[in-house]
């Protein structure tokens, strides 16, 4: 599978982008997805994951309430709307898929980077002040 992330761009703090996970060459539909950010001289961090189904989900503390992560197993897509975006959020965001398992409860999402195996490019998200 492959994995590509978009949806990235300068945004004025206050404001909205949604990032789109889209995949390629197989289905998504029993994967645990997760998106990741990577600021310069930082490491990577974990920023939202979401189980196969949709209905475990997971966010870092920085982000909940004006991050939503979603999917459409039909569209083998995986969205992130971020609102509210704050100067600390810029980075170069990735999603990746946690292929090494296939979860078929909907139970599943793994938080840490090394859970996912398959990772797409990353879309820089730039939040001026």
Same mark, same amino acid.
């Given at each position: ?16 982008? /949604? ?10 539909? @029993?994967?645990? +997805?997760?998106?990741? /950010? ?11 994951? +979401? ?12 982000? !909940?309430? /004006?991050?939503? +992560?979603? /999917? ?21 965001? @990735? ?12 139970? @599943? ?8 195996? !398959? ?11």
């Amino acid at each position: 599978v492959q994995l590509q992330a978009s949806g990235g761009g300068l945004v004025q703090a206050g404001g909205s982008l /949604r990032l789109s996970c889209a995949a390629s060459g197989d289905t998504l539909e @029993y994967h645990a +997805i997760g998106w990741f /950010r990577q600021a310069p001289g930082k490491e990577r961090e974990t920023v939202s994951c +979401i189980s196969s189904t949709g209905s475990t989900t997971y966010y870092r503390d920085s982000v !909940k309430g /004006r991050f939503t +992560i979603s /999917r459409d197993n039909a569209k083998n897509t995986v969205y992130l709307q971020m609102n509210s975006l704050k100067p600390e959020d810029s980075a170069v965001y @990735y999603c990746a898929a946690a292929v090494g398992v296939a979860d078929f409860s909907g139970t @599943y999402v793994p938080e840490a980077p090394h859970g996912y195996q !398959k990772w797409g490019q990353g879309t820089q998200v730039t939040v001026s002040s």
